[in-house]
C-alpha cells in the first residue's frame, strides 16, 4: 500500500525557517521521481518542486528560497524552507511526480507574525 507520512510543520514567523520530511512506503522510492505539494486556503494545490536522479526543478517562487533532498536509505524526502512569507502558508504535502492517487494528510505550515 502507497503511503507518504509528512512531518516537520508548524508556526513561524515571516523570514524564518522549517525542515518537512516525508516518508514514503509502498513505492520503489529509490526509483521514484519525488515531490512536494503545497495547497493554500481556498487555492488548488501545486507542485513546489520534485527531485529526480538527475536533478532538481523548482516552482519559480520557491527558487532561491526551498531546498529539496532526498535519502534514498531511509526513503525519505526532505524540503527545507528558507525566508519564509506570509503567502506560504498551506499544507504541504509529498508525492511522486506525476502523483500516486494516495495522498498523505500532509503537514500544515504556517507563517505568520
Known amino acids: 500500500q502507497v503511503q507518504f507520512v509528512e512531518s516537520g510543520g508548524g508556526l513561524v514567523q515571516p523570514g524564518g525557517s522549517l525542515r518537512l520530511s516525508c516518508v514514503a512506503s509502498?513505492?520503489?522510492?529509490?526509483?521514484?521521481?519525488m515531490a512536494w505539494y503545497r495547497q493554500a486556503p481556498g487555492k488548488q494545490r501545486e507542485l513546489v518542486a520534485h527531485i529526480t536522479g538527475g536533478g532538481i526543478t523548482f516552482a519559480d517562487s520557491m527558487k532561491g528560497r526551498f531546498t529539496i533532498s532526498r535519502d534514498n536509505a531511509k526513503n525519505t524526502v526532505y524540503l527545507q524552507m528558507s525566508s519564509l512569507e506570509p503567502e506560504d502558508t498551506a499544507v504541504y504535502y509529498c508525492n511522486t511526480n506525476p502523483p500516486r492517487e494516495n495522498w498523505g494528510k500532509g503537514t500544515l505550515v504556517t507563517v505568520s507574525s
Open positions: 509502498g513505492i520503489r522510492f529509490s526509483m521514484s521521481t
